[in-house]
């Protein structure tokens, strides 16, 4: 009994998690007028307070693609153009 029980939860855990995991799946693409969008400068802005060093913003499929340095660590980052907001898991 024991060895189906946790492989069941373990799956059904997974099922849970799956609709967080499939928010920027490909099928699903930012679609936001471009007289929307924040300038470039605002969106280093947001991101300054938030404590990043931003490298380099650029438009890239719908989003901003950023390269920017958190606590001596760079990384590359996709933001939401008419928030500023950080888009994990979006993939262009």
């Known amino acids: 009994m024991r060895k189906f029980f946790i492989p069941t939860l373990l799956g059904l ?44 913003i650029e438009a890239d499929d719908g989003a901003y693609e950023v390269e920017l340095t958190k606590n001596g660590t760079r990384m590359e980052a996709h933001v939401h153009p008419a928030t500023g907001e950080i888009l994990v898991g979006y993939d262009d």
């Not at 799946?25 to 938030?50: F, M, T």
């Open 13 to 56: 855990s997974m099922l849970a998690a799956m609709p967080a995991l499939a928010d920027w799946d490909g099928a699903q693409r930012l679609n936001v007028p471009q007289d929307q969008w924040l300038a470039p400068a605002e969106i280093a802005d947001k991101l300054s307070a938030q404590g990043y060093k931003v490298d380099e």
